[in-house]
C-alpha cells in the first residue's frame, strides 16, 4: 500500500533596488532546531495543487499572488523528507516586494526576503528548487518580457535594463537592449520626468499590458546581446 505524501513549494523572486530577492520562511523543525525554507506544505485532499500553494504562500507569508507557473517537481530522491515520502511540485512567481506585506503565520517564525546571493543552506532540497527557479527565470527573458510583474507601474528605462543585468549577471549591450526593446511597442514613454544626478532628466516608462497579452499569446523571441 501506498503511503506517499503531495507537497507543493512556492519560488517566489521578487526585484527592488538592483537586487533579486527569493522568499524565505524560518520553521520550527521538531521542538528544537529551526531552518530557513521556501514557503509550502502538504496538499489537503479537497483541494488542487494550485489553491494549495496559493493556500499555504498566504497562510505561512501573507503574499497573495495572481499566477503561479508549475517549476518542477521533486521526487526523485526517496529520501529528500526524513520524516516521510513526499512528493513536491514547485511553483514559481514574480512579484514587486514594495506592494507586499510579509507577516509570517501558521508554522512560519519569520518570513524575509533574502538575496539570491546570500541564500543559506535550506531545508530539504529547496536550494536546488531555487537554482531551478533561476534557470527558468533566466531562460524566460527570451520569450517573456518578464519586467512587466518585478518592477513598479512607471519606471526608468535604466532600471529594466538593470534588472535584466542582474538576473544574468552579464552586462547586456544597453544600445541594442533599448533599440529592440522598444521595437516591441510593449513600452510606453509617460509625461513624468525625474531629474538625474548625472544627464539630463529622465521620462518614466510603463508596460502596454493590452500589447504585451498578444505578444504573450503569440509567442516572442528577444535575442540579448552582451556587451
Do not use: C
Amino acid at each position: 500500500m501506498q503511503n506517499i505524501k503531495i507537497a507543493v513549494d512556492a519560488i517566489v523572486f521578487g526585484y527592488q533596488n538592483n537586487t533579486l530577492f527569493v522568499l524565505l520562511i524560518q520553521q520550527k523543525f521538531g521542538s528544537q532546531n529551526s531552518y530557513w525554507a521556501v514557503p509550502g506544505g502538504l496538499v489537503q485532499e479537497d483541494e488542487s495543487l494550485i489553491e494549495a500553494v496559493k493556500r499555504e504562500l498566504k497562510e505561512e507569508t501573507n503574499v497573495a499572488v495572481n499566477y503561479l507557473e508549475q517549476l518542477y517537481t521533486f521526487g526523485d530522491d526517496i529520501t529528500r523528507d526524513s520524516r516521510n515520502r513526499v512528493i513536491s511540485v514547485a511553483y514559481m512567481a514574480l512579484v514587486d516586494p514594495s506592494k507586499l506585506i510579509l507577516k509570517a503565520d501558521t508554522d512560519a517564525d519569520e518570513v524575509s526576503w533574502v538575496p539570491v546571493t546570500k541564500i543559506p543552506n535550506l531545508a530539504f532540497d529547496h536550494n536546488d528548487m531555487i537554482v531551478k527557479g533561476l534557470e527558468r527565470l533566466k531562460a524566460k527573458l527570451t520569450y517573456q518580457p518578464i519586467g512587466f510583474d518585478l518592477l513598479p507601474a512607471e519606471f526608468l528605462f535604466s532600471e529594466l535594463e538593470n534588472l535584466y543585468t542582474t538576473i544574468l549577471q552579464k552586462e547586456i549591450d544597453r544600445r541594442n537592449f533599448r533599440k529592440k526593446m522598444l521595437s516591441f511597442g510593449i513600452l510606453e514613454e509617460t509625461e513624468t520626468i525625474l531629474p538625474q544626478k548625472a544627464g539630463r532628466p529622465a521620462k518614466l516608462f510603463r508596460f502596454n499590458t493590452v500589447k504585451y497579452n498578444q505578444l504573450v499569446k503569440e509567442g516572442f523571441h528577444f535575442e540579448i546581446k552582451f556587451a
